[in-house]
């Protein structure tokens, strides 16, 4: 059974880098046809979808967030991490990894609800 696990810092001053891991265990994450992602959800709004990074290490943004967001990995650790710089208060949410698949196709998918493996979560505050 896969499993992720979120760490990171619960607070984050404005303007900064925000910053967060995901150890993934019980799975590679280069396993063929698997995508790992990050979603968010603002408190009182719905669970969006931030970008993906694939099993060949493409990654993938959405279009509202890329010019802020980075995603990477380091194999030898099994992790995948989340840089979204430049945050603003609007960026205070629970962050979520998680894992779908496998799919094969090269068009990703962003709905969060089609992704079957998931984090617990970690709260991020954005506040000076």
């Known amino acids: 059974q896969v499993q992720l696990q979120e760490s990171g810092p619960g607070l984050v001053k404005p303007s900064q880098t925000l910053s967060l891991t995901c150890t993934v265990s019980g799975g590679s994450i280069t396993t063929n046809s698997y995508y790992w992602s990050w979603i968010r959800q603002p408190p009182g709004k719905a669970l969006e979808w931030m970008g993906a990074i694939a099993y060949s290490g493409r990654t993938y943004y959405s279009p509202s967030l890329k010019s802020r967001t980075s995603i990477s990995r380091d194999t030898s650790k099994n992790q995948f991490t989340l840089q979204l710089s430049s945050v603003t208060p609007e960026d205070t949410a629970v962050y979520y990894c998680?894992?779908?698949?496998?799919?094969?196709?090269?068009?990703?998918?962003?709905?969060?609800?089609?992704?079957?493996?998931w984090g617990q979560g970690t709260q991020v505050t954005v506040s000076s």
């Open positions: 998680a894992r779908g698949g496998p799919w094969h196709t090269s068009v990703v998918v962003t709905s969060p609800g089609q992704y079957d493996n």
